[in-house]
């Protein structure tokens, strides 16, 4: 066998994220780079892995490093599957990353896996505050990163002492759906991430303040973690620089499976601190609610459709708590090891049984599944007075200037088939700092 791999040169690579703007950006790079022991190098010996061909694995390294650092992005996210049971891979990274003046942190997932995660900042533009690693020791033995950074490169936004600049940065690689009984686990992954940050912001007693998810989301745009994450208020930068919609799936590619598919599966997600007070906008009810609703919708279901669903060839104009158990078996959101937990299922049908009678009629059904309100924090939240909010303070926000795919062909939604650095596109985007107002908590 050959080693093949792509000269960077061959590519526009993501350095000219910058070029038509004058102001000076901060950059973000997202890279699952695959680990050598996931690479395969021959398809009809899947047992045949880069790992245990040195040469090959460090020539490609390398080229990645070698891209990392042409690039020299503010911050830069690496995903498992970075092989961080490999002492001499890790060294190498560290060592390199290390030179060109970056402060870099590793995580290993859970259980031993071999790979993990890796996010290093730029010391001359950011200083880390506090690191945090999030575990959700769930059956994906996933895990993700927290960096509460401060910026300290001389923007002439930030020059003013009353100025807040600091910044959270999660780095994360969620769980492959490999079936439907999985959704729930990724739901229950992006849905702790944001309680992590949620109490660390509150433990702190930390205003609202710019909060930058990275990673591999392992799910496209028309997925229940993109419309979730939406939902709460982040946009996806790529999409916001190139000014497509929810509806655009189709536009670009990051990705090619193992199963060959090619899709749009890496994001750098961000919520400026004027978007928000209390981070979480819906509690973990409403946010299975949103993805049952969202099943049911797929399926093209009117409310009244769905409501017949629920019933179970139930005869009367409710459903009844068994109607509602046999839904969520039918959607696969309980009745398996990775699905929801006896107590979660019964949480539900109390918060869809508003009055407690021990059915759900149609107009309970309508406001807490198919048209939910907000839930009553945030209800009596946003009903108090605007004096009552907390006095406005300014804070350093970002507005997207650019995003870039590299390989480019990309960014049309084509896989070039000479392209070897990894199954995965990598994602740089530049923002530009901001001032603009947020609400002390």
Same mark, same amino acid.
């Given at each position: 066998?050959?080693?093949?791999?792509?000269?960077?040169?061959?590519?526009?690579?993501?350095?000219?994220?910058?070029?038509?703007?004058? /102001?000076?950006?901060?950059?973000?790079?997202?890279?699952? *780079?695959?680990?050598?022991?996931?690479?395969?190098?021959?398809?009809?010996?899947?047992?045949?892995?880069?790992?245990?061909?040195?040469?090959?694995?460090?020539?490609?390294?390398?080229?990645?490093?070698?891209?990392?650092?042409?690039?020299?992005?503010?911050?830069?996210?690496?995903?498992?599957?970075?092989?961080?049971?490999?002492?001499?891979?890790?060294?190498?990274?560290?060592?390199?990353?290390?030179?060109?003046?970056?402060?870099?942190?590793?995580?290993?997932?859970?259980?031993?896996?071999?790979?993990?995660?890796?996010?290093?900042?730029?010391?001359? !533009?950011?200083?880390?505050?506090? !690191?945090?690693?999030?575990?959700?020791?769930?059956?994906?033995?996933?895990?993700?990163?927290?960096?509460?950074?401060?910026?300290?490169?001389?923007?002439?936004?930030?020059?003013?002492?009353?100025?807040?600049?600091?910044?959270? *940065?999660?780095?994360?690689?969620?769980?492959?759906?490999?079936?439907?009984?999985?959704?729930?686990?990724?739901?229950?992954?992006?849905?702790?991430?944001?309680?992590?940050?949620?109490?660390?912001?509150?433990?702190?007693?930390?205003?609202?303040?710019?909060?930058?998810?990275?990673?591999?989301?392992?799910?496209?745009?028309?997925?229940?973690? !993109?419309? +979730?994450?939406?939902?709460?208020?982040?946009?996806?930068?790529?999409?916001?620089?190139?000014?497509?919609?929810?509806?655009?799936? /189709?536009?670009?590619?990051?990705?090619?499976?193992?199963?060959?598919?090619?899709?749009?599966?890496?994001?750098?997600?961000?919520?400026?601190? *004027?978007?928000?007070?209390?981070?979480?906008?819906?509690?973990?009810?409403?946010?299975?609610?949103?993805?049952?609703?969202?099943?049911?919708?797929?399926?093209?279901?009117?409310?009244?459709?769905? +409501?017949?669903?629920?019933?179970?060839?139930?005869?009367?104009?409710?459903?009844?708590?068994?109607?509602?158990?046999?839904?969520?078996?039918?959607?696969?959101?309980?009745?398996?090891?990775?699905?929801?937990?006896?107590?979660?299922?019964?949480?539900?049908?109390?918060?869809?049984?508003?009055?407690?009678?021990?059915?759900?009629? !149609?107009?309970?059904?309508?406001?807490?599944?198919?048209?939910?309100?907000?839930?009553?924090?945030?209800?009596?939240?946003?009903?108090?007075?605007?004096?009552?909010?907390?006095?406005?303070?300014?804070?350093?926000?970002?507005?997207?200037?650019?995003?870039?795919?590299?390989?480019?062909?990309?960014?049309?939604?084509?896989?070039?088939?000479?392209?070897?650095?990894?199954?995965?596109?990598?994602?740089?985007?530049?923002?530009?700092?901001?001032?603009?107002?947020?609400?002390?908590?």
């Amino acid at each position: 066998m050959r080693s093949k791999t792509q000269p960077i040169g061959s590519y526009d690579i993501a350095s000219s994220v910058c070029d038509h703007h004058s /102001q000076p950006c901060i950059t973000c790079s997202t890279f699952n *780079i695959l680990a050598p022991i996931y690479k395969r190098l021959n398809p009809k010996d899947p047992s045949c892995r880069e790992s245990d061909y040195r040469d090959y694995w460090l020539s490609r390294n390398h080229n990645i490093l070698d891209l990392l650092l042409c690039e020299r992005s503010s911050i830069i996210c690496l995903q498992q599957e970075f092989w961080v049971r490999n002492q001499e891979f890790v060294n190498i990274y560290q060592e390199r990353l290390d030179d060109a003046g970056y402060v870099s942190f590793k995580l290993g997932r859970t259980n031993n896996r071999g790979d993990g995660l890796l996010t290093a900042i730029r010391k001359d !533009y950011f200083r880390v505050l506090n !690191y945090r690693e999030l575990l959700f020791n769930d059956c994906a033995d996933r895990v993700a990163q927290m960096l509460h950074v401060e910026l300290v490169a001389p923007f002439p936004e930030c020059q003013a002492n009353d100025i807040a600049r600091e910044i959270l *940065i999660v780095n994360t690689h969620l769980l492959f759906p490999h079936d439907a009984t999985l959704c729930i686990v990724r739901l229950q992954q992006v849905y702790k991430i944001l309680q992590s940050v949620e109490s660390y912001q509150k433990e702190n007693k930390l205003n609202p303040m710019p909060i930058i998810l990275c990673g591999d989301w392992n799910g496209s745009k028309r997925g229940h973690v !993109y419309k +979730f994450l939406r939902s709460q208020g982040f946009v996806s930068s790529y999409d916001t620089a190139h000014q497509y919609t929810d509806a655009d799936a /189709q536009k670009w590619v990051s990705h090619r499976n193992h199963r060959g598919n090619i899709c749009g599966v890496d994001f750098i997600w961000l919520l400026n601190p *004027i978007s928000y007070r209390d981070l979480l906008k819906t509690t973990w009810n409403e946010a299975v609610f949103g993805m049952f609703k969202y099943m049911l919708r797929r399926a093209s279901l009117t409310d009244k459709d769905a +409501f017949a669903f629920l019933k179970d060839d139930n005869d009367c104009d409710y459903v009844s708590h068994s109607g509602f158990c046999e839904a969520l078996r039918q959607l696969n959101l309980i009745g398996h090891e990775h699905g929801l937990t006896s107590e979660e299922a019964m949480d539900l049908w109390f918060q869809a049984d508003i009055d407690g009678n021990g059915i759900v009629d !149609y107009d309970e059904f309508r406001e807490r599944i198919w048209n939910p309100t907000l839930s009553a924090r945030r209800v009596e939240e946003s009903n108090k007075p605007e004096d009552e909010k907390g006095e406005q303070k300014e804070s350093i926000g970002f507005s997207v200037e650019n995003a870039v795919l590299f390989p480019q062909e990309m960014e049309k939604g084509m896989w070039p088939e000479d392209y070897s650095l990894s199954d995965h596109a990598m994602l740089t985007v530049a923002f530009s700092p901001i001032r603009m107002p947020c609400s002390q908590r």
